[in-house]
């Protein structure tokens, strides 16, 4: 079913942002994760007044945002279809691809073979080859790398593989090429990512990344809800690391942001130039500052700070315009380890012509989302359910 009175959508990852384990996460070591709940609690309660007001208490429990009485959004949850939990399956299942198998992971290092084809292709022999945080690897390793010139490789439980090298010794440009190669070389092993690292520092105590990390990503397995979108004349906006995700496939633009708080201010920058199509942002702070670093308390602040920010989203949002708010995965920092969880993502999904509130339910699939926008812009959809039916006014759809 289309609405025709919809011209634009905002479509809002919160990377990490996780709302209680999925049915099978003891198969991933995450049976008791719940990312938002455990912030919650461990920040002795959330103060997010308009994500409450949206219908965020109404999805799971929260300690300090109560169930609203008359929400404002759509509210629910969504289950992972997808095998694994990492930045690229969750996303590419938003946009309407499922993967049946995660993509190989290498907790004990990469190959022989990878290593000696990075070696020989760049001229360079990498430092690390370990599943490592990256904050810890550079503490570690980044002396060495100033004294030798030699990148630092290093992997997680997701599927990357990770560069990490000193602005100084390896400019970013080069490291960016050196990042290319290596993504030819890997293409075969089917490795999701290549991110480049830079960083920045005098020794192991002030050593620190810079914002110009890079992913360089497979191309999705088939067509996406982008592509669709961009086959029929309606461009795509990714804000965040969006273009890097999709390896640049059905991205019309792509901005590319320093924070969270950078990714805020370029959504509304992006739909303020925007007539009619898709705003994608991926705000990743939650996961890559907070999630992966165990800092519950500044995960909480960050919540907030979204929080503060989403009244001027909702402000620049018109009659005929669509938003919806998720994430690709948890990232739970009270579980054991550094890694994403595997968990349900919250959604909320609000238009000034909803009137009331109401339950989207457990969706079946993040592809949910995809089949909405699909219905929204009347494009094709290869997987999900649309939600837009509940989202219509009684005499368009809904009652």
Same mark, same amino acid.
């Given at each position: ?7 634009? &959508? ?6 990490? @942002? ?17 990312? =938002? ?8 309660? %959330?103060?997010?007044?308009? =994500? ?35 930045? !690229? !399956? ?8 499922? $993967?049946? %198998? ?54 997680s439980a997701d599927s990357v593989f990770q560069i990490a090298a000193h602005e100084e ?24 990512? @290549? ?31 982008? *592509? ?5 004349? /309606?461009?795509?906006?990714? @804000?965040?690391?969006?273009? *890097? ?20 201010? $370029? ?15 991926? %705000?990743?702070?939650?996961?890559? /500052? ?26 620049? +949002? ?28 919250? +959604?909320? &999904? ?17 592809? *949910?989302?995809? &089949?909405?926008?699909?219905? @929204? #812009? ?8 649309? #939600? ?12």
């Amino acid at each position: 079913m289309s609405f025709p009175g919809f011209r634009r &959508a905002v479509l809002i990852t919160l990377d990490g @942002v996780g709302a209680g384990a999925l049915p099978d996460a003891a198969q991933y070591g995450d049976a008791e994760a719940s990312t =938002l709940l455990h912030v919650a609690e461990v920040c002795g309660g %959330l103060d997010l007044p308009t =994500l409450q007001r949206l219908g965020l208490g109404n999805i799971l429990p929260l300690p300090g945002v109560p169930a609203a009485a008359r929400p404002a959004a759509g509210y629910g949850k969504m289950r992972e279809r997808s095998a694994g939990k990492d930045t !690229t !399956t969750g996303h590419w299942e938003l946009a309407g691809v499922v $993967r049946d %198998l995660p993509f190989p992971t290498y907790p004990h290092g990469f190959p022989k073979e990878v290593i000696a084809a990075f070696s020989r292709e760049t001229g360079l022999e990498p430092l690390g080859n370990i599943a490592a945080s990256g904050t810890e690897i550079i503490r570690r390793l980044g002396e060495e790398h100033l004294r030798t010139g030699r990148p630092i490789v290093y992997t997680s439980a997701d599927s990357v593989f990770q560069i990490a090298a000193h602005e100084e010794v390896i400019p970013v440009d080069r490291l960016y090429r050196i990042c290319r190669t290596a993504r030819r070389i890997l293409d075969p092993w089917g490795i999701a990512r @290549v991110i480049a690292r830079p960083f920045a520092g005098r020794g192991a105590t002030d050593f620190h990344r810079t914002p110009r990390r890079h992913d360089f990503s497979m191309p999705p397995t088939s067509p996406t809800l982008l *592509d669709n979108l961009q086959q029929n004349g /309606l461009p795509v906006i990714g @804000v965040g690391k969006i273009g *890097d995700i999709f390896a640049g496939k059905g991205v019309s633009e792509s901005i590319y942001t320093e924070s969270n708080a950078d990714g805020m201010a $370029r959504t509304l920058g992006a739909l303020a130039g925007l007539d009619k199509g898709l705003v994608f942002t991926n %705000l990743v702070d939650f996961d890559m /500052l907070y999630g992966h670093r165990r800092d519950p308390a500044g995960f909480g602040a960050t919540l907030r700070e979204f929080d503060r920010w989403l009244p001027r989203l909702l402000k620049a +949002l018109g009659e005929t315009d669509l938003l919806l708010i998720t994430a690709d995965h948890g990232c739970d920092p009270t579980t054991p380890g550094t890694d994403h969880t595997r968990e349900y993502v919250p +959604l909320l &999904a609000w238009h000034r012509r909803l009137g009331a509130g109401v339950s989207l339910g457990t969706r079946g699939s993040f592809a *949910d989302v995809a &089949a909405t926008l699909a219905a @929204v #812009f009347s494009v094709a959809s290869s997987a999900g359910e649309s #939600f837009l039916p509940e989202l219509l006014p009684p005499a368009q759809g809904r009652g």
